[in-house]
């Protein structure tokens, strides 16, 4: 008895010198960040299975319970963005393949082809990339509605094209402005992998006499693609969630070729006050396609991501 007695304190030492605090501090500080994050996010999820009664005598991250539990929130959003859905992928999709693709193409002038004025439209383009969206909003509403009409020139062939409203030609104007405004940005990105990029593939294909476009689209272009899933997911990102071009070029939220963000400030709005339940299952169901798109391109944009770094 008195020998178990003697050795308690020993074993109880041993274990105070093998509590590693900085590992309880480092986990501890994971957990707070992990609540500081995900906490909001089960609140929204909680709120948009409420009932509107329900969110004002609950608090907000409590579960629904009882006759509070709804999934109706979920299906009057869903029926109020289906139309705005479509109309953001029509947008967002091409808008984005085309400052992909032409970005990657004058990355590629500006880093592996030498010719004379490469600084100065380097200099444009970094420019470019600072230049505010409110900066240009007066003149772009000018030029697309009184200089160059295209939306009201493209309408007839619009309203020709089954399951399409001639109204959708508005979406063409807000297309290109895309593309022009997010080309110096991704042109930037291209760049810098490029720089990254051994040289000695493209110097061997210069000796065995290939011209600056097959070089890229033999070499460049294939070596590219874990880039072109970060630049995507980056620039799909920023245009689907855009909303002063929209709201400058697009008349209004019931206009046939509203994007989701001039719908989604609508939703569970009336009268009688807001539906924060509506309104935040609207929120959950707008961000379901960067979501998608995020998992569907997960390993090109971390090995992207990776490469660059490195």
Request: aromatic share 12%; net charge neutral.
């Amino acid at each position: 008895m008195s020998q178990s007695t003697s050795r308690s304190p020993i074993d109880v030492e041993s274990l105070v010198e093998d509590f590693n605090y900085r590992r309880v501090g480092q986990y501890a500080l994971v957990v707070l960040f992990l609540g500081f994050f995900l906490v909001p996010l089960e609140t929204g999820i909680m709120t948009a299975l409420k009932t509107n009664s329900a969110v004002a005598r609950s608090l907000p991250f409590a579960p629904p319970v009882g006759d509070g539990f709804t999934l109706a929130n979920l299906e009057y959003a869903f029926n109020q963005l289906t139309r705005a859905f479509v109309n953001s992928l029509l947008m967002a999709v091409p808008a984005t393949i085309l400052n992909v693709l032409l970005a990657s193409m004058a990355a590629y002038g500006l880093t592996m082809v030498s010719w004379r004025g490469q600084l100065a439209v380097l200099s444009l383009f970094l420019v470019g990339v600072f230049v505010p969206y409110q900066a240009v909003l007066v003149p772009l509403a000018q030029f697309w509605n009184n200089i160059f009409p295209l939306a009201r020139m493209l309408e007839p062939l619009f309203a020709a094209v089954p399951l399409l409203q001639g109204e959708h030609s508005r979406l063409v104007p807000l297309i290109i402005t895309h593309v022009a405004y997010g080309i110096p940005i991704c042109t930037v990105l291209f760049r810098s992998y490029y720089k990254g990029m051994p040289n000695s593939l493209v110097e061997a294909a210069k000796i065995d006499g290939a011209s600056i476009t097959k070089i890229y689209r033999r070499i460049v272009l294939p070596l590219s693609l874990p880039m072109f899933g970060v630049v995507f997911i980056y620039q799909f990102t920023q245009i689907y969630n855009e909303f002063l071009f929209s709201f400058t070029l697009i008349p209004g939220a019931g206009h046939s070729a509203a994007p989701v963000t001039l719908i989604l400030p609508a939703i569970g709005a009336s009268t009688e006050g807001i539906d924060f339940g509506i309104r935040m299952s609207a929120a959950f169901l707008a961000a379901l396609p960067t979501i998608i798109l995020y998992v569907a391109f997960a390993e090109q944009f971390a090995k992207g991501l990776r490469t660059e770094s490195g």
